[in-house]
T-cell receptor, first 114, second 112 residues
Framework: DSGVTQTPKHLITATGQRVTLRCSPRSGDLSVYWYQQSLDQGLQFLIQYYNGEERAKGNILERFSAQQFPDLHSELNLSSLELGDSALYFC?????????????FGPGTRLTVT | SQQGEEDPQALSIQEGENATMNCSYKTSINNLQWYRQNSGRGLVHLIL?????REKHSGRLRVTLDTSKKSSSLLITASRAADTASYFCATVLNSGNTPLVFGKGTRLSVIA
């Protein structure tokens, strides 16, 4: 158990809908990362927050947004869902934002868009 | 394109044998990390090796880094069925605070 929790575990929804994925980092970790894992694209970094502020942005679509709240939990919002958004979404946390900190991954949310 | 590329894509060995996976990358790095992922689950950090290090050990794991060849290898000795998983290398680039860039992984199957 990494100490990172993600809800829900599974989500099935229709195209065009909007969903919110939630992540609670390990106790004491200030940095949260979101990743998308699909069969064809592999593991793609989406976005990073550190202590409530956006720190780095990756291949995140404009239809997606995220935020980190004062209690350090984070939410990833996916809107106008398309079939291609079906994937595993992982949240990870680390103690700091720097380069040499290992990341602890949550169990993921499996999103299926039908 | 991916910064890190693992090779082979898949590897199948008998329990007790050693497993070697390789990772090549394109630009200079600050550090390189190896992660393991059991089917459909979150990634687990295995080991981090900095650009000024050449070799690192952790239990049955041995990681080497050759910055001149821009490559790293992960050796798992005396493999067990429980080592069956996908293994990813991830690089942290030198160019500022860039997040981890993952390769597509090596799928290891250890047959009992």
């Amino acid at each position: 158990d990494s100490g990172v929790t993600q809800t829900p575990k599974h989500l099935i929804t229709a195209t065009g809908q909007r969903v919110t994925l939630r992540c609670s980092p390990r106790s004491g970790d200030l940095s949260v990362y979101w990743y998308q894992q699909s069969l064809d694209q592999g593991l793609q970094f989406l976005i990073q927050y550190y202590n409530g502020e956006e720190r780095a942005k990756g291949n995140i679509l404009e239809r997606f947004s995220a935020q980190q709240f004062p209690d350090l939990h984070s939410e990833l919002n996916l809107s106008s869902l398309e079939l291609g958004d079906s994937a595993l979404y992982f949240c990870a946390s680390s103690v700091d934002w720097g380069l040499a900190y290992e990341q602890y991954f949550g169990p993921g949310t499996r999103l299926t868009v039908t | 394109s991916q910064q890190g590329e693992e090779d082979p894509q898949a590897l199948s060995i008998q329990e007790g044998e050693n497993a070697t996976m390789n990772c090549s990358y394109k630009t200079s790095i600050n550090n390189l990390q190896w992660y393991r992922q059991n089917s459909g689950r979150g990634l687990v950090h295995l080991i981090l090796i900095r650009s000024n290090e050449r070799e690192k050990h952790s239990g049955r794991l041995r990681v080497t880094l050759d910055t001149s060849k821009k490559s790293s290898s992960l050796l798992i000795t005396a493999s067990r069925a429980a080592d069956t998983a996908s293994y990813f290398c991830a690089t942290v680039l030198n160019s500022g605070n860039t997040p981890l860039v993952f390769g597509k992984g090596t799928r290891l199957s250890v047959i009992a």
